[in-house]
């Protein structure tokens, strides 16, 4: 089995469900708290032993680079002024030397054709994949999780982040069907991107973390517009699933979908809540703000 060394973040989307805040700014640079979103998905990869961080950004995304380089004046004035935390937190979170590449998606076509961008820095070995908009909040990272179940399938497999939602609301996302389980996870016997209502599989649907083999790329080069005239990742897995099996690991967490605005104010609430620096006046604050006694 070949180890998960590497992972791959798309950024170069156009954020459009975000405008204004989006028109200059990345939206994975929108802070939860106090840290950017891509912040927590690089550290999620990192805590399940990732090496290698491969951005795909697009124009005005410079920033999401500068973010994970160091600042040499800010570092400066920090020192100057003795904020020795403030210095500790910053080089904390800096990825190694070499461990980041960048690469530009210069049109953004759809997620499957940022992924396909993203291939000569893969090369041939299987990679994970992280949506920097999908926050999953967990005592062990959701990829560690699925790395953990990768192994324990053993097998040269790909392996889907799925979660359970009301049935009802299948209609919106990547479905996929629920066959024999292995181990941890189970064999998935379909997907289906955003199925009309009551055709859905299942009520388990695809929530931005995969672990995908290299031939993802050859689906991927065939460039075939699916949902929304866009290049599509799910559509890719559906074709790659004639010749690889596929599995779904239902994680241990709570997932927030920060491309939306309610899954993003909600992430703001439930991280502001788990920290212990904030958790006690801001549940005060909230409180006022409802109306609750
Ligand atoms: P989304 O589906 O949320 O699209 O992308 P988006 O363009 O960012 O946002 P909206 O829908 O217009 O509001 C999921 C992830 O895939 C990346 C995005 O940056 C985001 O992290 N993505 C999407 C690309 O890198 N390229 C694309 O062409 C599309």
């Known amino acids: ?8 973040f798309p950024v170069a989307g156009l954020g459009t469900r975000f405008l204004p805040a989006t028109k200059a700014m990345p ?3 929108l802070p939860v708290v106090d840290r950017p979103l891509i912040q927590y998905v690089v550290e999620e990869a ?7 961080f491969i951005f795909v950004t697009g124009r005005n ?3 999401i680079e500068d973010h994970f380089d160091r600042q040499f004046e800010l570092e400066l004035t920090l020192a100057e002024r003795g904020k020795k935390s403030d210095l500790e937190l910053l080089g904390r979170d800096l990825p190694g030397p070499g461990t980041t590449s960048f690469t530009r998606q210069q ?5 499957g054709h940022a992924v396909w961008c993203a291939r000569e820095l893969v090369g041939h070995e299987p990679f994970a994949l992280l949506l920097p908009d999908v926050l999953v909040q967990a005592k062990k990272g959701c990829l560690a999780q699925m790395i953990e179940a ?5 097998e040269a497999a790909n392996l889907i982040a799925v979660e359970e939602i009301a049935p009802d609301l299948a209609h919106m996302y990547g479905v996929v069907g629920v066959g024999k389980r292995k181990k941890q996870a189970f064999e998935i016997t379909t997907m289906v991107e955003k199925p009309p209502r009551g055709t859905a599989p299942s009520n388990r649907i695809i929530t931005g973390r995969y672990i995908l083999q290299p031939e993802i790329f050859d689906m991927l080069a065939a460039q075939e517009r699916g949902a929304g005239g866009e290049i599509q990742i799910t559509d890719a897995m559906i074709r790659l ?4 099996p596929f599995y779904g690991l239902e994680f241990e967490g709570r997932t927030f979908d920060c491309g939306s605005k309610l899954g993003f104010l909600s992430a703001n609430v439930a991280y502001a809540l788990a920290r212990d620096d904030i958790a006690p006046d801001f549940r005060a604050e909230l409180k006022r703000l409802t109306g609750e006694r």
């Open 241 to 244: 699933s004639q010749r690889q």
């Open 61 to 63: 995304k410079s920033v």
């Open 46 to 52: 990192r805590e399940a032993g990732i090496e290698h």
């Open 1 to 8: 089995m070949q180890k998960i060394r590497k992972a791959v």
């Open 107 to 111: 049109t953004p076509l759809g997620l």
């Open 150 to 154: 990768y192994l324990a399938i053993g």
């Open 27 to 29: 939206k994975e640079m």
